[in-house]
Each structure stands twice: as C-alpha cells, then as structure tokens.
C-alpha cells in the first residue's frame, strides 16, 4: 500500500540552526500538509500546498518557516532558526484530490528535537 | 479559533468490553473524521463521517456525525488488545466551497487494554 515517508525520522539540532525535514508524498496525492504535534498534546496543522503554492497557513507557520517541492516527488519543511520550542513531531500528509482531500494520508514524522 | 473537546482524555478497559469516546465542538464543521495513532506513527483514518446524522461503521468501529454538526462520537465493540492507542477526533470546515485539509484535531483519548 503507498505510504507517506518522512526522512529523517529523528533530528537533532542546536536553537539557532536550521532545519530541513523531507517528505515523499503518495504519488498520485496532488495536496500536501505539515502538522506537528508537541509531546502530548494534540496534532497542529501547520500547512497546506498545491499547485506549487501555500494554501493556507496557522498562525504557527511564520517567517522561520517555508515549505517547497523541489522536484517531482518531495516535499519539504524548512525551519530558519530553530527555537527550544519547535521541538515537536511534524508529520507530512498527502491527499488525493479536492473531492477527497479531507482523507489525509499522513507519514510516520520526524521527531525535532532543539537543544 | 475552532477547539474541539475530546473526551474521555484516557480509558483502561478489559479486553471485550465496548468503548465510547466523543468530542464537541464550539462551532461547526462540515466532515468529522476519527484517527487512531500508535506509538512513533502518524494518526491513521478510521472513519470519515459527511453529512450530520450519518452513521458509518467499519468492522467494529462505528462512529456518527451529530445532527447539530458540533459533535461526534466513536463506538469500539468487543475490545481486543492491539485496539490499544490515541484516539483522535477530528473536523474539517470548508469555506465557500473548497477546503486547503485543514483539520482541526481534538486532544485525543488514551485507550489501554487489558487483556
């Protein structure tokens, strides 16, 4: 069964740095989100992508963060100057299509940890 | 922003047993959707629920969309143990026609099994 992969699945960082987290979205899936989740507490949407543009962002998603597709097949987070508190799980989901875009298909996360 | 209260937050039960968990809502949203997350993975789609008062069932799982379209709940019959996870509601609200997949997650409920 096509699955979302997401590499690596633990990074480590120093505040300050920046990040870049990677996703292989299904295939097919034409819409593509990042969520974070914090330890313990709920899933976050941060981000929503088609058509090679954002289609809506919380409030979480600011300047230090942005969002690309590279190429044909990845899909990527990039975090400019990480803060103690992004240390969190993001995880990428991927949809199919409008119609059926509510059936996000999410990865199994990398787990960001900033020191 | 739209909150979505989950309830119970955690449910230690014997195998066999029937569980009940629900959420509610301040506001409404157009597709309920019921999530389940093992440890180190990304929330996996249960049920996905589109019109107020549907009831949908998938094997032991049966969930339904409040006709208010404010809340939802999830029934697990005859517990087994790799039931065990969170458990996570979720909403969607599209506006003017389309939806970016936005979900708005609940805080999830902790479900152990014993067996």
């Known amino acids: 069964e096509p699955e979302v992969t997401q590499t690596p699945s633990h990074q480590v960082t120093q505040m300050g740095q920046e990040v870049i987290l990677r996703c292989v979205p299904i295939s097919n899936h034409l819409y593509f989100y990042w969520y974070r989740q914090i330890l313990g507490q709920k899933v976050e949407f941060l981000v929503s992508f088609y058509n090679n543009e954002i289609s809506e962002k919380s409030e979480i998603f600011d300047d230090q963060f942005s969002v690309e597709r590279p190429d044909g097949s990845n899909f990527t987070l990039k975090i400019r100057s990480t803060k103690l508190e992004d240390s969190a799980m993001y995880f990428c989901?991927?949809?199919?299509?409008?119609?059926?875009?509510?059936?996000?298909?999410f990865g199994s996360g990398t787990q960001l940890s900033v020191l | 922003g739209q909150q979505l209260n989950q309830s119970p937050q955690s449910m230690f039960i014997q195998e066999g047993e029937d569980v009940s968990m629900n959420c509610t809502s301040s506001?409404?949203?157009?597709?309920w959707l019921w999530y389940k997350q093992d440890p180190g993975e990304g929330p996996v789609l249960l049920i996905a629920l589109y019109k107020a008062g549907e009831l949908t069932s998938n094997g032991r799982l049966t969930a339904q969309f409040g006709i208010t379209r404010k809340d939802s709940f999830l029934n697990i019959s005859a517990s087994i143990p790799s039931d065990v996870g969170i458990y996570f509601c979720a909403g969607q609200l599209r506006a003017g026609g389309t939806s970016y997949g936005k979900l708005t997650f609940g805080q999830g409920t902790i479900l152990t099994v014993h067996p």
């Open positions: 506001s409404i949203f157009n597709t």
């Open positions: 989901a991927s949809s199919v299509s409008f119609a059926t875009n509510e059936k996000l298909f």
